[in-house]
């Protein structure tokens, strides 16, 4: 589950030059927070999908989302909250594996149903897909071994279907 | 039909209605300027580029249309952007043609190239970089209803060189229809009722309008609402004009510099009808306490501009002409009882609040800038269009000018540009050739955009100008008096020029006065002589603009004469 004070805002916008820009310039020049950003292209090309993560209280979302419906470029603003969504988040782990832990971070990739992606002298590389809980919890746990770095997606969601 | 960039651009222009265009030209804009020439679009050629994007702020404010630019890449676009972002403010439609250097050569810090579509991604509605001559058409078609429709505002338009001297087969654009753009202009009835019953039932009710109600030429339709409800009015700066000045129900300007009655009545209202405002913080001081006692509605196009600062009983999304013909309509069927009984307790409340506190000002020897305003206002019969500066200069035009109808004071309210009143004044006068246009200045602000002068003497335009010169720059100097314990610091203008040989310099008619016995003449004669003329009024230094509200305070918190 997210924060309270978490938003989702799934963004529909033209896949045009400088609409991310737009997007981002809002964000810096109305002081707003971005904690995370991903886009990319639609089934319809014209089409991008902008799912972003900001912290803020009700009254300065509902500002946000204002403002971000307001840009030219922008389609539509969906708000994602409770649990009428999916949401998901991938990171790439570079763990230090030492030989005395491999057979420990193994394990844990298989509790945690992750795969290794790249295997080195000494570090794996490990992909990790899930929501927020799932990626802190093997962050937490594979640091004692050493985390030597992280490429994180930021969050992309959708709405649940009508069971 | 085989057409060049430049000559798709002029075709556009002529479809859109477009006479006048204020520009400055340069190396990459030469094929639109050599297009432009042969057709019959007349171009104003300003002495710097930010007076250009002023004189079609001023243009469009006085004819409540499009105001047009065309200036040159690099710098020539760079000095577009005090103006854009003033417009951005108060919400005026401006188109801004920028020339850009050839396609293949953007990223290459060429030549006077700037990234002038990244510059003003913040201050404009919107804008676009046209990167091939097929999509100039549209572009330039979409430009004009994204400058005009819902909140109004400025629009950049980036055209490469190569994209104006391409030669292509033309093809009509067609209607402009955006899925992504589609402003909300009618009011949802179930809100309006809502506002129906509160002003059935309001005892002390107020409305507060601004240039929301101008721009959409909502004036008359509010003077009816304020009279069939027998409401009073009260406005932002940009507001004024909007309600007759010289009504009854007028309460003057609301805020920092508003009238003593008009922020009170704001206090005590238990009903504040917002329609076409913002509210900016000059407007309400402390949130906390602004119109605490009131139910407040908040009716603008914009929804972002409702609950940004202030939180609302009733949000009305619509625009102000639309919402308020349809709440006058509702309102016919409505009975609300005995209007003069009813109302007379508050209307006495205000007079009482009039009386004890009204704007005012000691005429002593040297000549007082609140006196020159009024005066002016007298010798015109309140007929003038007024643009201003931006100061003390402003406020006192503001106070002591009343206007009657829209579209008659012209003022940089939001972005609050010093040299913004020449060249408004201008685009002003190019709009209105037959009326009296007459920039109210200071002798800091007249001097940013003064090169102005002479665009008005070549293009043979009456304009003139009032400065009230007192040797400061004297709203800072004001503020550092009363909160910085009268240190002045770098706010004395120590070597102006002198304006009236400036004037004569630049071609135009240059009069002083120097006390308050020579101001009614020096005024007549200024304003009957045929041409440009500077009249510089030497008045009292240290005059201060009051009531004045402390930044941040509450609005009941004023300083008084």
């Known amino acids: 589950m997210l924060d309270a004070d978490k938003h989702v805002l799934s963004i529909l916008v033209e896949n045009q030059p400088g609409v991310l820009s737009r997007i981002s310039g809002l964000f810096s020049g109305r002081g707003f927070n971005i904690e995370s950003l991903c886009v990319a292209v639609t089934t319809d090309p014209t089409v991008s999908r902008v799912t972003l993560v900001t912290k803020a209280d009700q009254t300065i979302v509902e500002q946000i989302k204002k403002q971000l419906n307001k840009l030219i470029n922008v389609i539509k603003v969906h708000e994602l909250t409770g649990s009428e969504f999916v949401e998901r988040e991938m990171v790439l782990i570079k763990v230090l594996a030492k030989p005395e832990y491999r057979a420990e971070i193994l394990r844990m990739v298989d509790i945690f149903r992750c795969k290794v992606v790249d295997v080195g002298a000494e570090h794996y590389t490990i992909e990790v897909t899930g929501d927020e809980g799932k990626l802190q919890a093997i962050l937490s746990l594979l640091k004692p071994i050493g985390i030597k770095e992280i490429a994180r997606t930021g969050v992309i969601a959708l709405f649940r279907e009508p069971k | ?561």
């Open chain 2, 1 to 561: 039909m085989e057409l060049t960039g430049a000559q798709i651009l002029i075709k556009m222009l002529k479809e859109e209605g477009v006479k006048n265009i204020f520009g400055y030209p340069g190396g990459v804009v030469i094929d639109i300027y050599d297009e432009l020439m042969k057709s019959d679009i007349r171009h104003i050629l300003v002495r710097h580029e930010q007076g250009a994007v002023h004189a079609a702020d001023g243009y469009a404010r006085a004819t409540g249309g499009v105001g047009v630019c065309l200036v040159t890449s690099g710098p020539g676009a760079t000095n577009t952007v005090t103006g854009i972002a003033s417009a951005y403010m108060d919400s005026i439609p401006v188109v801004v043609f920028t020339g850009q250097v050839p396609v293949h050569l953007i990223g290459n810090d060429a030549f006077q190239e700037v990234d002038i579509v990244g510059i003003t991604r913040p201050c404009t509605k919107h804008n676009f970089l046209v990167k091939s001559t097929e999509e100039l058409a549209h572009t330039i078609k979409e430009a004009f209803h994204i400058a005009r429709s819902g909140r109004p505002g400025p629009v950049l338009v980036d055209i490469p060189k190569n994209v104006s001297t391409a030669r292509i087969k033309y093809k009509a654009p067609g209607p402009v229809k955006m899925r992504t753009y589609n402003p909300t202009y009618k009011p949802n009835k179930r809100q309006l009722q809502k506002v129906v019953d509160l002003i059935k039932v309001a005892e002390k009710p107020v409305i507060f309008a601004g240039g929301g109600v101008i721009l959409s030429k909502a004036a008359s339709a509010l003077t009816k609402l304020a009279q069939r409800a027998r409401i009073p009015v009260t406005t932002t700066l940009m507001g004024l004009g909007a309600f007759p000045g010289t009504d009854p129900l007028w309460l003057g300007m609301i805020g920092m510099h508003g009238t003593y009655r008009s922020n009170m009545s704001t206090a005590h209202c238990d009903l504040f009808l917002a329609i076409g405002v913002r509210f900016d913080d000059r407007v309400t001081g402390k949130t906390d306490t602004f119109a605490s006692q009131a139910q407040i509605v908040h009716i603008d196009i914009d929804p972002t501009s409702i609950r940004k600062n202030i939180p609302v009983a009733v949000p009305v999304v619509g625009d102000c002409k639309c919402t308020l013909e349809e709440l006058n309509e509702m309102l016919e069927s409505v009975d609300l009882g005995d209007l003069d009984n009813r109302r007379k307790p508050w209307l006495d409340q205000i007079q009482a609040w009039k009386s004890t506190n009204p704007l005012a000002y000691h005429q002593e020897e040297t000549i007082k800038p609140q006196y020159v305003v009024e005066k002016l206002y007298e010798l015109t019969k309140g007929e003038a269009i007024i643009t201003t500066e931006v100061g003390q200069n402003q406020m006192w035009a503001a106070q002591y000018y009343h206007f009657d109808k829209p579209n008659h004071f012209i003022t940089s309210g939001g972005l609050g540009v010093m040299g913004f009143g020449l060249p408004a004044a201008i685009g002003a006068q190019i709009a209105c050739p037959d009326r009296l246009v007459v920039d109210i200045a200071g002798d800091g602000s007249i001097q940013m955009n003064i090169q102005e002068m002479a665009t008005a003497v070549q293009c043979n335009l009456p304009v003139k100008v009032v400065i009230l010169n007192n040797g400061y720059l004297g709203m800072v100097r004001q503020w550092q008096q009363l909160f910085y314990d009268k240190r002045y610091c770098c706010t004395c203008m120590e070597h102006a020029p002198d304006f009236v040989k400036l004037a004569e310099a630049y071609g135009a008619t240059g009069l002083r006065a120097r006390k308050p016995e020579e101001v009614e003449e020096v005024l007549k004669k200024g304003l009957s002589t045929p041409g440009p003329v500077i009249m510089d009024f030497v008045v009292e230094k240290e005059e201060c603009v009051y009531p004045m509200v402390p930044a941040g305070a509450p609005i009941t918190e004023m300083l008084l004469v």
